[in-house]
């Protein structure tokens, strides 16, 4: 779930009609003495992280004067918290708090329903609270269809011993929290604590929420760059491979890193997943041969063979891995010769100059693992692959032998490609350009591109390979980038055959810049 | 016997002419599976592996009577219109494959599907498959795969990842167990038939005599599970396995997520309630096909 700031969110809350206390945002100390100044008086000074027990790590603070809350600005701005860096904080105007409260919606996955929670007691230790006295705590189904009507919010405010002007107000919020968290798509929004101040309004001291990752592409407005569950903000890299996602809604790429500014020869290993649960379990083979893992990846729901290269390349991109390890539940569904040819582009291209172990077990894994074993002997280092009937215990083992057979690489080799065009057929395609050299596909004697193509949008015309259907129906998935006119062409053609495939970052990853 | 799909079932393909679901219906149908009509808005009057396609659910039922699942193929941002279009022309059983499909959508498609009296499964679902009946959905990812890789038998199998829904059955099969259905329930944090609905499904199913069931860390589908034995309402043995035991802890959804679950969640609270509950619980994935065994034999079911 990708996550909001304190910041974020109450300007949700603030959109909705709840009141939240007056605040600015600054970045620097110098912003916060301003904020201060403007505020007037006593504020708060709140480092905004996506951490729990902010004030017990000093990450909320009281000034007295604008002076003292720059000078804690200073101190809060910067710290590290759990490998995240305090960019941002929010001032805010001290409140006078009477009493404190807790509401909160979250995605209940038994009820099918979003639950609407309040406690007539809020603040820490809100869990502890439910389990000693549950009665303190209200829940009410939220109906999506219908929202949640302010009588509603009062009924839950009474039902935990609320009444007058505080069930009155605490009512209406109820039912505009309802609101704020179905038009933002929120898995969870919690305000805690919310007050009832001295001056009898009832106010989100604190709120956080976390937003549906696959709802993200409908809310551009909150800047959220990568839609991702992770505790702490998005690397470069991860924010690459997340483009490479975003759009493209053919089969599943996530990937999320494990280990950063690692040295060739510490044991990290590149993992390529596919599919959550055998993923895990093959991670596990790997970790119990002592290795740490660079990332998690996971390519499954038959993603098209650019997506597969493309996992390969951001993989390659970490930093020196020692091995890549590829492999999944063992028995895929989707066609496996898809996310070998992909692997094969990227391990030619690359080159790949590790061992590599892949498992690509399940449906027409036979050619997946013929298209490996036909790239193996063009790469520097080894690459072996296997199939469903291959546990990945067995398949970690083969790769920690590899390891250790292999001497690490010292330079980096030149990549695979094949030569520049003479003659080039180009047309686009969803993600990339293919280009055929005419020059090459004369001298052809197989016209490999044309049988192995999985979409068959080729076609002969005058001895030489073009496209079958339209460039407009090319571009729009007729051409499903499928690979083969690269890869098959370069086993079993004139080498004629190059789909380029962006991806847009990259680069600057590679070299470091 | 089997749940949800058989031979007897008449399905309709939602996206029928796009890329998997032109792939997909080819198993469906080659498996033998009465696929008999696909929908794409605008693309009406075409043929799919010889099953006409219709510019709407309704047509495609106006045209071919009663339907009773549809299968969508369609892209996650479009899926909550193309179920609820589904549901209000009275299909009773959907199966939504795609993945990254929006969590409110789900849930507005869950209170419509309840006020129609009608079922969804998924989503992010591979789907359903009865050996040497019928399948939706993508599991095998081609008659050939699906028929050499699964075999009819006495197993139900329910599992929350879609590769391990194959690879249990295969396994098993290997080990000469086959299966009576297997069911993919789907991979998103809210699905429409979860482990719960589907044990109980298989324990009214007469040819079903044990359930393997493959759960994850979060949610409380398996704890749920474990109530349902424990009350006795379900009876067959079940043997699980339960993933996720290395990762590091879910992210919770801070307190919130604490107040509505408790302890439910963790591997620990699942396998503890499992276990309690008398449902066989195995560590190591691939001690699954002899442990199934055994319990078999102790039932006196092989």
Partial sequence: MARLHEFQAKALLKQAGIKIP?????????????????LGDSVVVKGQAWVTGRASRGLIRFADDPGQAERMAAEILGQQVEGF???????????????????????????????????????????????????????????????????????LARSTGLSGKELLLMGDLLSKLALVAQSADARSAEI?????????????????????????????????????????PATRLETVAWEVERDDYRGTFY?????????????????????????????????????????FVDTSGNPPASKVYRAARIIFAQGPIDGYFASGSGVASQEQYHSARGLVKAFLEQPLNVPAVIRLGGNAEERAI?????????????????????????????????????????????????????????????TGQVTLDHAACRSCETKICI???????????????????????????????????????????????YIDLPIPGLAREETGA | MAILV???????????????????T??????????????????????????????????AVEVCGSIDISVLFIPAPLVKSAALEAIEAGIKLLLIVPDRVPIYDVLEIAASAKDADARFIGPNTLGVLSPARATIGMIGGSATTAREWFIPGPLGISSRSGGITSSMAYYLARAGLGASTLVHVGGDAVIGTPHPDVMRMFEADPDTKAMVMFGEIGGSQEERVAELVAKGEITKPIIAFIGGKAAKRGTRFSHAGAIVEGTRGTYEGKVESLRTAGVTVVEAFGDLPEVTRRVLQEREVL
């Fill in chain 1, 22 to 38: 007056r605040g600015i945002v600054a970045r620097t100390p110098e912003e916060a003495l301003l904020a201060a100044e403007q």
């Fill in chain 1, 85 to 155: 860096q305090v960019e941002t904080l929010l001032v805010e105007e001290k409140l006078a708090i009477v009493r404190e409260f807790y509401a909160g919606v979250i995605v209940d996955d038994q009820a099918q329903a979003p639950l609407l929670i309040f406690s007539a007691v809020g603040g820490t230790g809100i869990e502890e609270i439910a389990s000693k006295d549950p009665t303190s705590i209200g829940k009410r189904v939220i109906d999506v269809r219908r929202g949640f009507y302010d009588y509603q919010g009062r009924e």
């Fill in chain 1, 192 to 232: 805690n604590p919310v007050v009832m101040t001295a001056g009898g309004e009832i106010i989100a001291a604190d709120c956080r929420m976390t937003i549906d990752d696959y709802a993200v592409f409908r809310h551009p407005e909150l800047g959220i760059e990568v839609a991702r569950e992770f505790d702490r």
């Fill in chain 1, 255 to 295: 990937f999320i890193q494990m280990a950063q500014d690692f040295k060739s020869g510490e044991g990290v290993i590149g993992f390529h997943g596919a599919g959550g649960g055998g993923s895990m379990m093959s991670m596990d083979a790997v970790l119990r041969k002592n290795y740490r893992l660079a990332d």
């Fill in chain 1, 370 to 430: 013929a298209i490996l074993e036909r790239a193996a002997p063009l790469l520097p280092a080894p690459l072996e692959a296997y199939g469903k009937d291959d546990s990945p215990d067995f398949c970690a083992s083969r790769l920690d032998e590899l390891i250790r057979l292999t001497p690490r690489p010292t330079a980096t080799p030149q990549p695979i490609l094949p030569p520049a065009a003479t003659e080039p057929y180009q047309f686009d395609t969803v």
């Fill in chain 1, 451 to 497: 049988e192995t193509c999985v979409p068959q949008i080729l076609k002969l015309d005058d001895g030489l390979p073009v496209l079958s259907i339209t460039r407009e129906q090319a571009r729009h998935g007729g051409c499903t980038e499928c690979l083969a006119c690269q890869v098959e062409c370069y086993f079993e053609g004139a080498q004629g055959g």
């Fill in chain 2, 6 to 24: 058989d031979e007897g079932k008449r399905v309709l393909v939602q996206g029928i002419t796009g890329r998997e679901g032109r792939t997909r």
């Fill in chain 2, 26 to 59: 080819n198993l469906m149908v080659e498996f033998g599976t009465q696929v008999v009509a696909g929908v794409t808005p605008g693309k009406g009057r075409q043929e799919v592996d010889g099953v006409p396609v219709y510019d709407t659910v309704f047509e």
